[in-house]
């Protein structure tokens, strides 16, 4: 966050008055000639020169501070300052090591202020960097199990032995064709697309990620409006920003973002927040609304009707982008096929979503709605908004609220406007590698099910019941960054296969730290934090692209100073390596003559034969793949990866606008088909450089052409990389592919809506973060640790007073259709009444007996399987301890919080595969035995709950349109070959004509639950 300047000092440049710079210049030559006077020297302070906000990057390679500990000596510390890239949330905020120039160890992080997502600024979770590099309890060498899985019985091994076994259990399963038995799966990819290539390079379709229980909901509705399935909103020059999450103080991309949102509200910008949490969030906006959970989208289309009904929409925009004249054609075809009469249809189709209807729906007041749909009209085109995780991956239909919000920019003209929405890719850059492998010949089931073809990502969290129900096996299944047991709901599912060797032949943890899910693996490969490896990463933040570079900065450091570095491990702790190096190893060693055509693309093309080192890697991805990169760096006589080094990030474009509405050039049209609704395709190739049609882009017609445009009223203009190439308000996917009733933006009753709940049940928000930690990474960051480390379930006092709790800190019981958890009660005022909620971020533990992981948050549990099935308790808090920091002993709080995701079944939403994380619950006080932490799971309950949400689906074999197993044109990381898209024998197929019509804003019946 930007801090403020202090009182009577220039904090930054300009913004200090004249006369209080004058005023301290005054003081200094005083001091100074007082000084002198005595006959002593004066120290003029460290810099020399200026005060500061940050240190100038001219002076990164000796910047001089004053030992705090040595005051009131001025004992001066040089520095080396060495970018690198935050690693602890998704933002990739630029960091500055301070490498200490005569220990040569780091000794703080703190802002890259040439970063220009961050610039400068950091979160807590940015400096606490430096506690998960020093964490005296970090894994710092190769481990393989020495006992029965889960037994913590661990024996220290050389990489050497680590690569060998799992280079031949991979080249075996690849040889015999059993690559389908090979699985990378990843929690926070913090890297744009370089394992998605490893894993391309074996043939292999094994990339599977965490996003279906994190944002994916939020993503479905934003691509089906506009193929691409992220919204950058122009939060800075915004004049209404509008959050369906806790965003200012920790949504995606959060203090990038925070900081801009921030800056809007000092030019006056309103902020609107739908939260049903009091969150740090809802505590600054001007329009709070706490509605009822689920009911967000009820309230978008409120505010859309109004839009409607006053004629406060922007029809030239909709007339122009919009795919209306197709929903005509397909819903409406013996009417007039005209944009007066859309309009007609349009004034009817929400007319039922009238304030009184939202209300009713959300427990927000009529009038409080219409005042708000009020600011959202004055908006224009400087509408930004956001939804993500929140709402969005909370509830059955959870995609239809950002669906929704989409409708709102999409009604007011505001997207890819100053002050508006862009869809992420024109405000992201991917540049392209040294090598590039072909697409995967296969097609991995058990992460893209057929009873999912339109799920936005991998169905990961089904992963244990796919495997328990003998769907395939695993024979090599590697997490990084990753932590299932812990993160996933039905963690003890995940449990049950992970101790399977049947189901999983070898569990491989690539990780810095123990967790919940390494206990269980056969082997534990200690990789670097975000200080410790290499990645390149953009992410949008603001109208602009950029790229940063995480590096290891001791690395940097040594070479700055004449060192040459050849491999990570030389300069991290213990053996400690990157996954760069390490992938290039393994597939070395998986194909060493490089006759299973794996070794190709991981040898150096300079040095043919070789290994690729990562210099190469990235020195050619800088100097071929990143415009303006190379010129840059020629300014200051460095290549363009010398400069990456120095300063960590670059910037390739700002302000780019609207790419939707730019002219297609004439060098891209050459032998083209228009279709009636105006789609253009043209058999020329793709630019070289082009970055503007992204990883969504459209699929060509029947004659391979590209689809490079759209005409509008005459002109071909780049549009959108939708089938039809414009912003999508009726989807001719959903409406192909089964869910007909689905293809207009609309609104989903949620599996927690009242009807639904039973008498005595509540709903239950399990998704928020706090904004001092981050799921399963920050734990052993002792500073953080120490500012946030448990969670009480929050509880209005009308609820406590109803359900018999008295005070904050007495025992409740949570009891989810699984089992139950017991917590600690936080009565509270700022959570609606019944709801209560719990944040996810806290609850870590470790077997009695197994390793020390995250000794400042991880309780001493014993966990137990029983007839009733599975039984956890707390039998040791955090204590304090004796270790190699000296903090360790400090720790004052012992109350780490309660794992409440074991407590809940899966909830896939049948079309966007997202896990929907509400629950409906029962609380009560605790019973006299139970004790804070405690966990009863019945597993078998668990698998029956996955059942009745797995008959929700439209499996391919019965909707597909067209003999694929899901529509190639929708995003899918690691894209098989055309050919594998193809049902399999015995899926069978629906057919053309599964009929688009019946489209309703209303219609969400069918996806009920059986409850
Ligand atoms: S927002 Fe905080 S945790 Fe996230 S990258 Fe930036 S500094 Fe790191």
Redesign the pocket.
């Known amino acids: 966050m930007p801090r403020p300047p202090r009182r009577g000092r220039a904090g930054r440049a300009g913004r200090a008055k004249p006369g209080l710079l004058d005023a301290l210049g005054a003081r200094v030559s005083a001091a100074r000639a007082a000084t002198e006077a005595r006959g002593e020297t004066f120290y003029q302070g460290p810099s020399r020169v200026h005060l500061a906000s940050f240190p100038p990057k001219e002076r990164w390679d000796d910047w001089v501070e004053l030992s705090s500990r040595a005051w009131p000596a001025a004992d001066e510390r040089h520095y080396m300052l060495v970018p690198t890239t935050?690693?602890?949330?998704?933002?990739?905020?630029g960091?500055l090591a301070y490498v200490d120039r005569q220990t040569g160890r780091v000794r703080k992080f703190e802002g890259n202020p040439e970063h220009p997502g961050?610039r400068g600024r950091?979160?807590?979770?940015?400096p606490a960097t430096i506690n998960q590099v020093t964490d005296p309890d970090r894994i710092l060498y190769p481990m393989r199990r020495a006992g029965p899985r889960g037994s913590g019985q661990w024996e220290r091994i050389t990489w050497d032995e680590a690569l060998d076994a799992l280079a031949a259990r991979i080249r075996a399963a690849i040889s015999q064709d059993r690559r389908n038995e090979i699985m990378v799966h990843i929690g926070r990819p913090g890297e744009d697309g370089y394992t998605e290539r490893v894993l391309a390079s074996w043939g292999v379709d094994g990339h599977n990620s965490h996003t279906n229980v994190c944002s994916s909901g939020g993503r479905t509705g934003f691509q089906f409006w506009m193929g691409i399935d992220r919204p950058s909103p122009d939060h800075a020059n915004a004049k209404v920003i509008y959050l369906i999450s806790a965003h200012l103080e920790s949504g995606h991309y959060?203090?990038?973002h925070a900081q801009r949102i921030t800056q809007a509200r000092a030019n006056g910008a309103k902020v609107i927040v739908l939260d049903t949490r009091l969150s740090n969030t809802a505590s600054q906006a001007d329009y709070w609304l706490s509605p009822q959970p689920g009911s967000e989208a009820a309230i978008n289309l409120a505010i859309a009707n109004h839009l409607i009904q006053a004629g406060r929409y922007d029809r030239e925009f909709v007339r122009q982008w919009w795919n209306w004249a197709d929903y005509l054609a397909t819903c409406h075809p013996g009417r007039p096929q005209t944009f007066e009469h859309f309009e007609e249809v349009l004034a009817g189709l929400y007319a039922e979503f009238t304030f009184e209807y939202a209300a009713a729906e959300s427990g927000i007041d009529a009038t409080v709605l219409a005042e708000v749909a009020d600011v959202v009209a004055g908006a224009g085109t400087r509408f930004a908004c956001h939804c993500w995780r929140s709402a969005a991956a909370g509830n059955l239909g959870g995609w239809q609220v950002s669906r929704t919000l989409f409708l709102i920019s999409a009604l007011l003209g505001a997207v890819a406007t100053e002050g508006g929405t862009f869809p992420n890719a024109w405000n992201k850059f991917v540049p392209r590698p040294i090598h590039v492998p072909p697409h995967p010949r296969v097609w991995q089931d058990l992460s893209w099910p057929l009873e999912y073809p339109l799920a936005q990502n991998e169905m990961s969290f089904l992963l244990p019941h796919f495997l328990a129900e003998g769907r395939g096996r695993l024979d090599t299944y590697f997490i990084r960054v990753y932590n299932p047991v812990w993160t996933n709901p039905d963690g003890l599912s995940w449990m049950e296969v992970l101790t399977d060797e049947h189901k999983v032949g070898c569990f491989v943890a690539l990780t810095p730290t123990w967790s919940e899910s390494a206990y269980f693996a056969d082997y534990v490969l200690p990789m670097g934090h975000g200080p410790e490896r290499h990645d390149t990463h953009s992410y949008e933040q603001y109208n602009g692209q950029w790229i940063g570079f995480r590096q290891p900065v001791l690395r940097a450091a040594r070479e700055r100073l004449g060192e040459q570095i050849t491999d990570s491990r030389q300069v991290n702790p213990g053996e400690v390596w990157e996954e760069n190096e390490f992938w290039i190893e393994l597939s070395w060693r998986i194909d060493p003559d490089g006759s299973l055509g794996i070794r190709q693309y991981h040898e150096s093309r300079a040095r043919p034969g070789e290994k690729l080192t990562v210099d190469e890697y990235y020195g050619w991805m800088f100097e071929h793949s990143v415009p303006g990169l190379p010129e840059r760096a020629a300014t200051e006589g460095l290549t363009p990866l010398q400069w990456m080094r120095r300063y960590g990030a670059f910037e390739i474009t700002s302000q780019n606008g609207g790419l939707h509405s730019q002219p297609v050039p004439a060098s891209e049209l050459e032998d083209v088909a228009i279709t009636a609704a105006g789609r253009v395709y043209s058999a020329a190739g793709a630019p070289a450089d082009s970055n503007i049609v992204p990883a969504g882009a459209p699929e060509p017609d029947a004659a391979g052409r590209r689809a490079v445009g759209v005409r509008v009223d005459g002109q071909v203009l780049r549009g959108f990389p939708t089938p039809s190439g414009r912003l999508e308000f009726w989807s001719s996917t959903l409406a192909g592919w089964g869910w007909p009733e689905h293809a207009l933006p609309g609104y989903i009753k949620s599996h927690v809506h009242p009807d639904r709940l039973a008498p005595d049940q509540m709903v239950l928000l399990s998704t928020f973060r706090l904004p001092t930690q981050?799921h399963t990474r920050s734990a052993n960051a002792k500073w953080l640790d120490e500012l946030a480390h448990t969670n009480p379930v929050w509880i209005h006092p009308a609820d406590a007073a109803r359900f018999g709790i008295a005070a904050t800190g007495d025992l409740v019981r949570v009891e989810t259709e699984i089992g139950y958890f017991v917590a600690k009660a936080w009565i509270t005022e700022g959570i609606r009444p019944g709801v209560v909620a719990c944040s996810h971020h806290m609850g870590r533990w470790r077997l009695d007996g197994g390793p020390r992981a995250a000794g400042a948050m991880a309780a001493t549990v014993g966990l137990h399987r029983g007839p009733g099935g599975w039984r956890m308790q707390h039998r040791a808090p955090v204590r304090p301890y004796v270790s190699a920091d000296p903090d360790t002993q400090r720790f004052w709080w012992s109350d780490t919080g309660v794992h409440q995701n074991l407590t809940f079944p899966v909830h896939p939403d049948p079309i966007s595969g997202m896990h929907c994380w509400h629950q409906a619950v029962r609380v009560r006080p605790a019973d006299p035995g139970d004790r804070h932490g405690d966990i009863a799971v019945d597993t078998a309950a668990a698998r029956e709950v996955y059942r009745q949400w797995l008959a929700l689906t439209h499996p391919a074999g019965q909707v597909s349109p067209d003999g694929t197993r899901r529509p190639r044109w929708l995003m899918r990381p690691l894209k098989p070959v055309p050919d594998a898209f193809r049902l399999p024998d015995g899926a069978g197929q629906a057919g053309p004509g599964q009929g688009p019509a019946g489209a309703s804003p209303g219609g969400g019946q069918r996806v009920e639950p059986d409850r």
Do not use: H, V
């Not at 690693?87 to 990739?92: M, R």
């Not at 950091?122 to 940015?126: P, R, S």
């Open positions: 935050c690693f602890n949330c998704e933002s990739a905020c960091l961050s950091n979160c807590a979770k940015g959060f203090n990038p981050i």
